[in-house]
């Protein structure tokens, strides 16, 4: 069974950088859709970035492009968030999740109720 694990998150000032590790384990991540998503308190969850499955380009919420970068390491089976010029409204609970059964060609319209494994989330607080 596909088993996600995030770390990485932690207390940053505005301005500041993280990078977020999603880390899987007993399954190689080759054939799922893979993507990104947070969760502020009291807000809904919220589509972050993603792999779109076809030409395998990767898909940013705009409030994020130009910042936030998602690259993978096949070798670690790892997929990462890298997160620049971070903004106070970027604090949440970011996850990462995959479904082996996915195909999307605009994977930002994915609801992350359909998706089948989830990672424990990883606490991301941008504040002076």
């Known amino acids: 069974q596909l088993r996600l694990v995030e770390s990485g998150g932690g207390l940053v000032q505005p301005g500041g950088s993280l990078r977020l590790s999603c880390a899987a384990s007993?399954?190689?991540?080759?054939?799922?859709?893979i993507g990104w998503f947070r969760q502020a308190p009291g807000k809904e969850r919220e589509r972050v970035s993603c792999i779109n499955s076809g030409d395998k380009s990767i898909n940013y919420m705009d409030s994020v492009k130009g910042r936030f970068t998602l690259s993978r390491d096949k070798a670690e089976n790892t997929v990462y968030l890298e997160m620049n010029s971070l903004k106070p409204e970027d604090t949440a609970v970011y996850y990462c999740?995959?479904?082996?059964?996915?195909?999307?060609?605009?994977?930002?319209?994915?609801?992350?109720?359909?998706?089948?494994?989830w990672g424990q989330g990883t606490q991301v607080t941008v504040s002076s």
């Open positions: 999740a995959a479904d082996k059964n996915l195909y999307s060609d605009f994977c930002l319209a994915v609801p992350p109720s359909s998706l089948d494994v």
């Open positions: 007993g399954d190689t991540l080759d054939y799922y859709y």
